[in-house]
């Protein structure tokens, strides 16, 4: 039998840091990442045999539970009619309806493979509609690898971005504006100065990839009227937001309909499908109705697509009791977390929006990205290494988002406590 650390030692010679997607190197706190055996409802169980309650859920994909029934039905029916058609098919149609019954904002949709290609999309769209260039974002907030957006800010209040990786054009990413989350005087200062110039403001309406940051409020509805004030389409991440809080998205909660919005992980239940959707006569300047042009051979994967309306109808059937409970869980764990850590004399703020929650090793919840990076990192290396010492898979960095699922029961959350609890006594 493999070992953990002989596949990744295997792993480090034909893939770049031995992973396909950055955090999974566990680079942020330390030791050598597990390789998954098999996934089931609550639990990962890895090549050793080691079973882990799991907190990441894929990144917030698997809002059902991983393999859940329904969702596995309809993969192995799908499966047996063919896997690609590289032609339309009569779900691609059933699960627009579904996405725009459920968002109305959505009155077109182009269905993509992933959240960074969603986003890319609609940037381009902004531009294209607008005949601008600016994009505007929020410090910390990410929104897929594609140059425009792997920006980081620079120094000021309201400032030009700057490059965020090797490979990004210091010019492409002078085009991105970049302000501080939940910072509306900041916000306001740069639509002062470069609002006519912007396409578009790209935001992700609870922040989960500096950890989750909810937004303060005002600030959400400030940034809709700057953009029509100055002409500048509002662009919602709704990659994690989108069915994690209720069935649709984060902007029905708040009563904010933005331009366009970017939806991925929980309506692909899994697989890899993500879409941007948005105002018909935006939506229509795609190819092949409009000049922006935007393809992609596995889009609308009949797969993929197959997985994503069983999720969404298993969501929608339940949705009433189902959204509440998640949110109970939620609260269960993360007062779990601040009453372990009381009892030892441990700093920490958790930041919860429903069923997403984020602990900072830190005396004061932030608000912003600055306010994150100012928590203690190393302290929660050391957590989380000993969270899954104890059998437990809460995010592998301190800015990731802790999800819950259906599958999590109660007796299940119970467990976890006393693990939670074990791991910060040897904290």
């Given at each position: 039998m493999k070992t953990n650390e002989a596949l990744f030692q295997a792993a480090l010679g034909l893939i770049p840091g031995g992973?396909?997607?950055?955090?999974?190197?566990?680079?942020?706190?330390?030791?050598?990442?597990?390789?998954?055996?098999?996934?089931?409802?609550?639990?990962?169980?890895?090549?050793?045999?080691?079973?882990?309650?799991?907190?990441?859920?894929?990144?917030?994909?698997?809002?059902l539970g991983h393999t859940h029934p329904s969702v596995e039905r309809a993969i192995r029916a799908q499966a047996a009619r063919g896997f690609s058609f590289g032609c339309p098919h009569p779900d691609e149609v059933a699960f627009a309806a579904a996405l725009r019954g459920a968002i109305p904002s959505l009155e077109r949709v182009r269905l993509v493979s992933s959240g960074t290609e969603a986003v890319m999309t609609a940037i381009r769209l902004a531009r294209a509609y607008t005949g601008r260039e600016f994009?505007?974002?929020?410090?910390?907030?990410?929104?897929?690898?594609?140059?425009?957006?792997?920006?980081?800010?620079?120094?000021?209040?309201?400032?030009?971005?700057?490059?965020?990786?090797?490979?990004?054009?210091?010019?492409?990413?002078?085009?991105?504006?970049?302000?501080p989350y939940n910072d509306t005087q900041a916000l306001s200062e740069a639509f002062k100065v470069y609002g006519e110039r912007t396409a578009c403001m790209i935001v992700e309406p609870v922040a989960c990839n500096m950890g989750v940051v909810?937004?303060?409020p005002?600030?959400?509805?400030?940034?809709?009227?700057?953009?029509?004030?100055?002409?500048?389409?509002?662009?919602?991440?709704?990659?994690?937001?989108?069915?994690?809080?209720?069935?649709?998205?984060?902007?029905?909660?708040?009563?904010i309909n933005p331009d366009l919005t970017t939806l991925g992980k929980i309506i692909g239940g899994g697989l890899p499908l993500a879409c941007v959707g948005g105002r018909a006569d935006i939506m229509e300047t795609l190819a092949p109705t409009g000049n922006v042009y935007q393809a992609g051979t596995l889009s609308?994967?009949?797969?993929?697509?197959?997985?994503g309306i069983a999720t969404l109808?298993?969501?929608?059937?339940?949705?009433?009791?189902?959204?509440?409970?998640?949110?109970?869980?939620?609260?269960t764990i993360a007062r779990a977390y601040e009453t372990a850590a009381k009892e030892k004399g441990i700093p920490l703020a958790l930041n919860r929006v429903g069923s997403t929650f984020t602990p900072f090793f830190a005396e004061h919840p932030p608000k912003n990205f600055s306010e994150v990076l100012d928590t203690d990192a190393k302290r929660y290396a050391r957590f989380f290494r000993l969270a899954v010492e104890h059998g437990l898979f809460p995010p592998p960095s301190?800015?990731?988002?802790?999800?819950?699922?259906?599958?999590?029961?109660?007796?299940?959350?119970e467990e976890a406590q006393e693990r939670l609890s074990a791991a910060f006594q040897a904290l």
């Open positions: 992973v396909n997607s950055p955090v999974r190197s566990f680079q942020k706190v330390g030791g050598t990442p597990f390789f998954v055996r098999n996934a089931i409802g609550p639990f990962l169980v890895d090549v050793e045999g080691n079973r882990y309650i799991d907190f990441v859920l894929a990144y917030g994909p698997m809002i994009v505007l974002k929020l410090d910390g907030g990410y929104h897929g690898h594609s140059d425009a957006l792997l920006v980081k800010a620079g120094s000021g209040g309201a400032t030009l971005g700057v490059p965020d990786s090797c490979g990004v054009p210091g010019a492409l990413a002078s085009l991105t504006l970049t302000t909810p937004p303060e005002g600030f959400l509805e400030t940034a809709r009227e700057l953009c029509t004030q100055y002409g500048a389409l509002l662009a919602f991440d709704e990659v994690i937001t989108g069915f994690r809080y209720h069935y649709g998205g984060y902007q029905d909660l708040v009563q609308g994967n009949p797969l993929a697509v197959s997985a109808q298993a969501l929608k059937e339940r949705h009433e009791t189902l959204y509440p409970s998640l949110e109970a869980k939620a609260q301190p800015f990731e988002a802790h999800f819950l699922s259906v599958a999590h029961t109660d007796a299940l959350l």
